[in-house]
């Protein structure tokens, strides 16, 4: 059985014991990325979803209750989200285990009210999901539920959606992966695995960036790639992308085999791409504008 049967069997019991658990509570349980377009990969995706309640009362017992059956499905099938979702388990990644856990990173889920999101706005009323806002512009975070959303149980909300260009938005879009990119490198002195982990989301969360702020749909991995490819030519380093490809699809082979200076070098040439590209889109936009 591959990945993505894998994380859909997890899904679809997930959803059969938490509406079991929590009758007539559930909204809707949608999921995007890598999840959504079918590219999950065991040992390596983390996962994108959000749990809407029916009343605000409901949110509590149903993120305790989502909680203990999001482990124990991850436990029987195996999907190793455990490790995906959290930091290294000793005492020197404490520190930024709890960073990752206040700024909501590698979360599985997020259970919301129906008044903490403007589905039709994209605006985020819950104070303790701003940082979503941060990490992803809310036009853009729109745009991924809309077109790559998927509901797995309840309510369509992908219809309610209204997805905008504001140009403020999509510059805002290009720094963020150079802020997650940076964050790889204090992490090599705690684990380098996790280090990687942060350059190869900045890296392919940049391509997605890049064509939000090129007006350009965008999909699964090799195709944003194709895209943006055919938009900036040799301007686009394919070498670099291929590794990081390789990195994302066969992590644990990657990790085994690189030394350690491999994987320095790697989250260094991260924090470059990131930046280069930036520039290069900047400037394109600029050109032809």
Known sequence: MND???????????KSELVRACPKRIDF???????ARGEFRIGVSDIDMIIQCKRQEFVENVERTATSIFWKADKRFGTRFYEVCSIVRNRKGQEIK???????????FEVVGPQDIDWKKGQINHPGLAWWSFFVPKYMLARKIKYEGKIVYGRDVRGEIEVRNVFLDK????FI?????????PLLLISFDKAMKYSTKAVFYSVENQLYFLDLKFGSTDSNIQKLRKKLGDALSIRFLEEARQVKYNFEAVSKNWTRLDKILYCMDAVVFVYYLNWAVFIRYIITH
Not at 177 to 185: A, G
């Open 4 to 14: 993505q049967k894998v994380v859909e069997g997890f899904l679809e019991y997930f």
């Open 29 to 35: 349980i949608l999921v995007f990325g890598s999840v």
């Open 98 to 108: 709890n960073v990752e856990k206040e700024l909501r990173l590698y979360k599985p």
């Open 171 to 174: 510059v805002k879009a290009l």
């Open 177 to 185: 992966p150079q802020i997650l990119s940076l964050v790889s490198l």
